[in-house]
């Protein structure tokens, strides 16, 4: 696993219904990145199809592609030539079942899709659940440069129990391609930088960033640190104003993660499971007053 990574971060607000348009965006990104030396370069999500909930479901509906489409090999053949690990944020696959799916890819830089994940928990405010199916799965992937890798997508972030489960599996930096909205701007400073010190990870996030009529998208892509310091950060949009397209840069050790003497260790070490499922036993549902021995002496 490599100790000096260089991660590129894109930022923008992709044009809805202008698949065209947002892919040359994409790839001319990409070559800026590579120009730059970046080694690992993070899309956000739905940057193909744009993210404006007013229009989601007939826009993604009307740019997506099986998983080996022809926008997969453009990106396919962008990571080889550059020779980077290319985390392509979320495009709208059709699945072989019929369904719709909100689908994060990555290529490696021989231009091998390493890994696939759709996203597991959809954001209903925004309407998510009215465009696209849920998956049933998370997702990690193990390469010999950056160890093992957790993939998920948005909201999949916001649900403690996936940042936890990737951590068990071993996954010290998650990559996490999102649309988030500005209204969720507090959630986004606090939640994941909590996420990555509990669990001993690297949290990269590319998030679009710019205003499509009511909707605007936070931007602040950042990469966090293990310790759940942001130690890079994109400009956050402002609601109706237009936002430019960012790179954002940063070197990073992969080996800070999921250390032996870090606090995540620590919570590992000190957890007691048995206390923490609902059930008979667990202390779930019983009154206040019960938690406190029936032993305790009472006042004079």
């Given at each position: 696993?490599?100790?000096?990574?260089?991660?590129?971060?894109?930022?923008?607000?992709?044009?809805?219904?202008?698949?065209?348009?947002?892919?040359?965006?994409?790839?001319?990104?990409?070559?800026?990145?590579?120009?730059?030396?970046?080694?690992?370069?993070?899309?956000?999500?739905?940057?193909?199809?744009?993210?404006?909930?007013?229009?989601?479901?007939?826009?993604?509906?009307?740019?997506?592609?099986?998983?080996?489409?022809?926008?997969?090999?453009?990106l396919?053949?962008?990571?080889?030539?550059?020779?980077?690990?290319?985390?392509?944020?979320?495009?709208?696959?059709?699945?072989?079942?019929?369904?719709?799916?909100?689908?994060?890819?990555?290529?490696?830089p021989?231009?091998?899709?390493?890994?696939?994940?759709?996203?597991?928990?959809?954001?209903?405010?925004?309407?998510?659940?009215?465009?696209?199916?849920?998956?049933?799965?998370?997702?990690?992937?193990?390469?010999p440069?950056?160890?093992?890798?957790?993939?998920?997508?948005?909201?999949?972030?916001?649900?403690?129990?996936?940042?936890?489960?990737?951590?068990?599996?071993?996954?010290?930096?998650?990559?996490?391609?999102?649309?988030?909205?500005?209204?969720?701007?507090?959630?986004?400073?606090?939640?994941?930088?909590?996420?990555a010190?509990?669990?001993?990870?690297?949290?990269?996030?590319?998030?679009?960033?710019?205003?499509?009529?009511?909707?605007?998208?936070?931007?602040?892509?950042?990469?966090?640190?293990?310790?759940?310091?942001?130690?890079?950060?994109?400009?956050?949009?402002?609601?109706?104003?237009?936002?430019?397209?960012?790179?954002?840069v940063?070197?990073?050790?992969?080996?800070?993660?999921?250390?032996?003497?870090?606090?995540?260790?620590?919570?590992?070490?000190?957890?007691?499971?048995?206390?923490?499922?609902d059930?008979?036993?667990?202390?779930?549902?019983?009154p206040?007053?019960?938690?406190?021995?029936?032993?305790?002496?009472?006042?004079?």
């Open positions: 696993m490599k100790r000096d990574l260089l991660v590129g971060v894109a930022q923008w607000l992709a044009s809805p219904g202008e698949p065209t348009q947002n892919l040359s965006v994409a790839l001319g990104l990409v070559e800026r990145a590579a120009s730059d030396g970046v080694e690992l370069l993070v899309l956000p999500e739905l940057w193909s199809c744009g993210y404006d909930p007013a229009t989601l479901a007939e826009d993604a509906r009307r740019d997506a592609e099986p998983l080996d489409g022809p926008r997969a090999r453009r396919s053949d962008a990571a080889r030539r550059h020779a980077l690990f290319l985390a392509a944020g979320t495009v709208p696959e059709w699945g072989d079942d019929g369904r719709l799916y909100d689908s994060a890819l990555v290529f490696d021989a231009g091998r899709l390493v890994a696939r994940h759709r996203k597991a928990h959809l954001y209903a405010p925004a309407s998510e659940p009215a465009a696209f199916a849920p998956g049933d799965r998370l997702t990690t992937f193990a390469d440069a950056l160890g093992t890798v957790g993939l998920l997508v948005g909201f999949d972030g916001d649900v403690p129990e996936v940042a936890r489960a990737l951590a068990r599996r071993g996954a010290g930096l998650v990559v996490a391609p999102s649309a988030c909205e500005i209204e969720r701007s507090t959630e986004w400073e606090l939640v994941h930088p909590a996420l010190l509990l669990c001993g990870q690297w949290w990269v996030q590319a998030n679009q960033a710019g205003t499509h009529g009511s909707s605007t998208l936070l931007g602040a892509s950042r990469i966090i640190a293990p310790t759940g310091t942001v130690v890079a950060a994109a400009s956050e949009a402002v609601p109706g104003r237009a936002a430019p397209a960012e790179l954002l940063h070197r990073l050790d992969l080996q800070l993660a999921r250390r032996s003497d870090g606090f995540a260790a620590l919570v590992e070490a000190g957890r007691r499971p048995e206390l923490y499922a059930g008979p036993g667990s202390g779930a549902g019983q206040l007053g019960s938690v406190l021995p029936s032993t305790m002496p009472a006042s004079p």
